[in-house]
């Protein structure tokens, strides 16, 4: 949306704002999506490294960078490591030797609960309301503003009961948690394996060991064979999918 914004702006169109101050820049550049090919020889990872290698050594000054989710392609360390190193760089960069404007999305929260941002860009991180963590900018140095997409309270264990709606608003802090299993749970993830994740989250952050959980027997061929029985209207027009599968659970019941 950002860069469409801009886009438009300088086109001379209508941006969705009441007010906006957007200055001019002369590239844009965008490390969003990247999707394997059969006709490329090279890696999720591989392409996102080279879309930043591409904004680092042609950006300048009038420069716009929208970089989404980097490092997500590899292990989760190097992943903070490679975008925590990537955003102090650019925050150091000087007007004179040219820094860009960078708009950078990520789940690595890591990289503020260990601190590593230099503590020029970020002075001070203070609990607040919505489980998020303030930062706030004190210093003539610090150029790294923190917001975070704006929800109704929500715990930070998953729960049934638990209704958190976005507001699309953003909102000074970093969040302290995503909302991951309750996302997971109104995409229509099974009940039963989002509370199992919930206790291996649960178990993973107190550094528990994690139980063993009994596995509930599913339906046996002859229940699923009665089922699947019932599901066809016509089995004397049945087509050779049908009869195929209908053989292969009767098969399952006589092993």
């Known amino acids: 949306m950002v860069g469409i914004i801009q886009y438009m702006a300088q ?3 209508f941006v969705p704002a009441d007010t906006a101050e957007i200055g001019l820049v002369t590239k844009i550049f965008t490390r969003i999506q990247s999707m394997e090919s059969v006709t490329v020889s090279q890696s999720s990872f591989t392409i996102d490294c080279n879309q930043m290698a591409w904004m680092l050594n042609h950006g300048d000054g009038r420069s716009l960078f929208l970089i989404d989710e980097f490092g997500k392609g590899t292990a989760e360390l190097d992943g903070i490591a490679l975008l925590s ?6 925050a150091r960069c000087s007007v004179a030797t040219g820094r860009p404007r960078v708009v950078v ?3 690595f929260l ?3 609960r260990k601190k590593l941002l230099e503590p020029s860009l970020l002075i001070d991180q203070s609990p607040s309301k919505n489980e998020e963590m303030q930062s706030v900018i004190s210093s003539d140095t610090g150029r790294v503003v923190c917001t975070v997409m704006a929800s109704t309270d929500a715990p930070e264990s998953y729960s049934a009961a638990s209704n958190s709606v976005p507001l699309f608003e953003l909102r000074r802090g970093v969040s302290n948690h995503s909302n991951a299993l309750a996302c997971a749970a109104k995409c229509g993830i099974p009940h039963a394996l989002i509370e199992r994740a919930q206790e291996v989250l649960d178990c993973s952050k107190r550094g528990l060991p ?3 959980r009994q ?3 599913g339906p046996s061929p002859e229940e699923q064979l009665a ?3 019932a599901s066809v209207d016509d089995w004397e027009g049945a087509d050779d999918e ?3 599968k209908f053989l292969a659970i009767a098969r399952m019941g006589m092993q």
């Open 210 to 212: 994690i139980s063993s």
């Open 110 to 112: 890591d990289i503020f």
């Open 11 to 13: 086109i001379g169109s």
């Open 242 to 244: 049908n009869i195929a």
């Open 227 to 229: 089922v699947f029985f």
């Open 215 to 217: 596995q509930t027997a």
């Open 105 to 107: 999305t990520t789940h």
């Open 85 to 90: 190193s990537i955003i102090n760089y650019l």
